[in-house]
């Protein structure tokens, strides 16, 4: 077939009207995509993930199906679509899990990339073509595009959750050099919005590691470690369902919450001996701190105190081993002294340790963390536009009532005159919140001073709806970036904890 095309292509290279267009369509042609799926007791949602994987403009290479030992229908699904299709390749195995599953299809595997689609989810007509189109104009280690989600269930996930950052679009870049624009808010750990140079991921032994849960996050911690060029495209590829029952939306139990520990062990243990430490100091504090307080509070909601506390003080030891000269100093942010005080607090608890390395006293330690951490939220509090004129404050939740207590705790009175935006379109008259009117983002008044947008989740969509208003950019206050480690709910619970 390639001889085939070479010759033609030696043809017509005479005719410079057809060579480059024959050339496009050959580097197309040769840039193979492989398809891992792993599928388990998806039966109602299999048929859509499949046909859309087999209605492409552009043929896949190859779609590799692994039944992870379903136990309803999703074997004879598999079947009759392998049956019709050249290109699909159909493996039965006893129950692995997930990880393991798309360990072997990348064993299997012979393109050029793979694309990882789970198969309760499905992907776009013309997802191939796209990735085909830009893998022919650049070659690079990891092609990352955007994911839409379709809501089955009501969840607080947010809708840009699985779209990468723009300024990633056409541009080539390594990988930790997009993770210092990106992480954590603008930044997925799901493989199922990248294309993967398959020999990169050889070269590296980047797999899944197998038999736990949040696998994602050391795979694509290891990805964005290694690769020298990534690139990202604007067009949304995949569509990911938020559903009941899936793996991930089922809630904590036993095992997740060891599986925390482990993927937070496993991380930083790979982060300590293969990140420059001289030069990605920033970096590591900021995303050891997002692992710390987000396991830290999905922990303190489980129900089973006595194991919570066993593995926050596994946390804090492992903390200790790696990571505790790079928190140790005066300059770090609040999230980031928050951090470090939850772990010496830990420390103070559970362990037998009353000095820490540098031979400071562990009780100054905490004593001096907590100077830290007071200071910068009085600072960062008091810059909020309550000291006089007209704020509206967008949002009525807890994350609302929480900046409005902690600012009269932590700073003083609140003079500025202040009311309530809500997202609906159309205002109730009758109602209040902490005795104040409500008003719909399109009835604001035009003599208003400041708007505070309060919502973690939904900033960005807040913003937008205030522009479209015609309210000027410097009229409102955003509290968070996309390098936001984490929202004032959980900072308050920490500063409680």
Known sequence: MICAII???????????????????????????????????????????????????????EIILINDGSTDSSEKICKKYAAQCSNIIFMNQNNIGPAATRNIGLKKATGDYVIFVDSDDYIHKNTCAVIKKTLQ????????????????????????AFKHKDSLNEQNMTGIDYLKTAFPGRYTVSPCVAAYNRKFL????????????????????????????????IESLYIRRCRDNSTMGSGLNDKKCWDLITNQKLIWEYMFHHWNWASEKELI????????????????????KKLVSHLKCELAATFLRFWTPVFQEEYNSLE??????????????????????????????????????????????????????????????????????????????????????????????????????????????????????????????????LLNQNIKKEKIILLYTETSVCDWVMMQWMMDY
Request: charged share 25%.
């Open 336 to 465: 980031e002294h928050l951090a470090f005080l939850l772990v010496l607090k830990e420390l103070w608890k559970n362990v037998k340790i009353k000095q820490l390395p540098s031979q400071v006293p562990l009780y100054e330690q905490i004593e001096n963390t907590k100077r830290r951490v007071c200071e910068e939220c009085r600072e960062r509090l008091s810059r909020l536009p309550f000291n006089g004129g007209k704020v509206g404050i967008y949002g009525m939740g807890e994350h609302t009532r929480i900046i409005l207590e902690l600012y009269q705790k932590k700073v003083g009175k609140i003079q500025a005159e202040f009311f309530f935006i809500t997202s609906q379109e159309h205002e109730n008259q009758e109602q209040v919140f902490f005795g104040r009117k409500v008003l719909s983002y399109k009835n604001i008044p035009k003599d208003v001073d400041h708007i505070l947008v309060s919502s973690y989740v939904y900033q960005e969509e807040m913003y937008r709806n």
């Open 7 to 61: 010759v033609m292509v030696e043809i017509l290279l005479f005719s410079n009207s057809s060579s480059r267009t024959i050339l496009r369509l050959v580097n197309i042609m040769m840039v193979r995509v492989t398809v891992v799926v792993p599928i388990y007791n998806v039966e109602k949602y299999l048929e859509e993930c499949l046909k859309s994987l087999i209605q492409q403009s552009e043929k896949f290479d």
């Open 137 to 160: 104009k650049r070659e690079v280690e990891v092609l990352y595009y955007n994911a839409d989600i379709q809501y089955d269930i009501l969840s607080a996930e947010k809708k840009d």
């Open 202 to 233: 050889g070269k590296y032994r980047i797999i899944f590691p197998e038999g736990i849960y949040f696998e994602d996050n050391f795979f694509s911690l290891q990805v964005i470690s290694n690769a020298k060029s990534v690139t990202g495209i």
């Open 285 to 304: 504090r900021r995303y050891i701190s997002f692992d710390l307080l987000h396991t830290f509070f999905k922990l303190s909601k489980y129900h089973d």
